[in-house]
């Protein structure tokens, strides 16, 4: 007599069930390498260099640039016969800068930062007042200063404050230290047109970083860099803070090339490629 007990389910395996979450379309990845090839190029191709360059047989991608024309992703011209991105992915692209939040996106690679060098990392933005602190990542033996989120930096006095000054429009900071001074000092400044300050400025842009050794508080190295928006304006800048004796504050130490690494990542987040 057969047994008609029903027998117990088992969840899937998990290397299944992952599997199954994670399956692909093959030709839509086959296809992005076309997209791929036209966005780098920044200018028409003809079909036999976009397959070349996505390394296919012409006759294979041209299927896929005559999809993507018909969804308006790809243009061809009519007299040239020559492809390039279409209205379709001007459209995707600035739906997908309105999307970008500079903050979140400096975020991931702030605490990646973070975790790896084992120092302080702050995000800074420009506010109303200044640079002004969104984020602190404290290692396990935070520093002993005066830092936390809502501070807003000094202009001039801070290598936060200088790598913005450098990046962004004149007019903007000369506005921004004369409300700084007349706050905290009174009166007007010509800090701004000092020879030793435009060097700094000029040494920042050089090098595409700022460095303070026992700078703003003794003791204590700063190292920073910019964050760069798709259309080349400073977003934001990430800001390494540790102690002189164990933070080798140079540009090309180890903890500098990750700086810079994760910095230029950033800005890959947001759509800049101007590095």
């Not at 079909?47 to 640039?65: C, N, Q, S, T, V």
């Not at 640079?131 to 830092?147: F, I, K």
């Not at 936060?160 to 000092?185: C, I, N, Q, S, W």
């Amino acid at each position: 007599m057969p047994d008609d007990t029903t027998l117990p389910s088992f969840p899937p395996d998990d290397a299944a069930a992952e599997s199954k979450r994670q399956r692909r379309i093959q030709s839509i990845e086959v296809g992005m390498r076309l997209i791929d090839t036209l966005t780098d190029a920044a200018q028409p191709l003809p079909l036999k260099d976009i397959a070349r360059l996505a390394e296919m047989p012409p006759g294979k991608a041209h299927p896929y640039l005559v999809s993507f024309m018909s969804v308006g992703l790809v243009k061809q011209h009519p007299l040239t016969g020559l492809y390039e991105l279409g209205p379709g992915a001007l459209k995707l692209g600035l739906a997908a800068l309105q999307q970008l939040d500079p903050v979140t996106e400096a975020s991931q690679e702030a605490a990646l930062l973070a975790t790896s060098s084992d120092l302080s990392i702050a995000l800074a933005v420009w506010g109303q007042l200044g640079p002004t602190v969104v984020r602190l990542d404290e290692p396990r033996y935070p520093l002993h200063v005066n830092l936390r989120v809502g501070t807003v930096m000094s202009l001039f006095n801070t290598i936060t404050g200088r790598v913005f000054a450098a990046y962004l429009p004149e007019k903007m900071v000369r506005t921004m230290l004369e409300d700084e001074h007349r706050r905290v000092v009174g009166g007007r400044s010509a800090a701004f047109d000092s020879p030793e300050i435009q060097q700094l400025l000029e040494e920042i842009r050089a090098t595409g970083m700022g460095r303070g050794l026992s700078m703003p508080q003794p003791g204590v190295n700063t190292l920073c860099a910019p964050v760069f928006a798709a259309d080349g304006k400073i977003a934001l800048v990430i800001t390494m803070i540790g102690p002189q004796g164990v933070f080798d504050a140079s540009m090309d130490s180890p903890a500098g090339r990750q700086l810079r690494e994760h910095a230029d990542r950033a800005s890959r987040r947001l759509g800049y490629s101007g590095r």
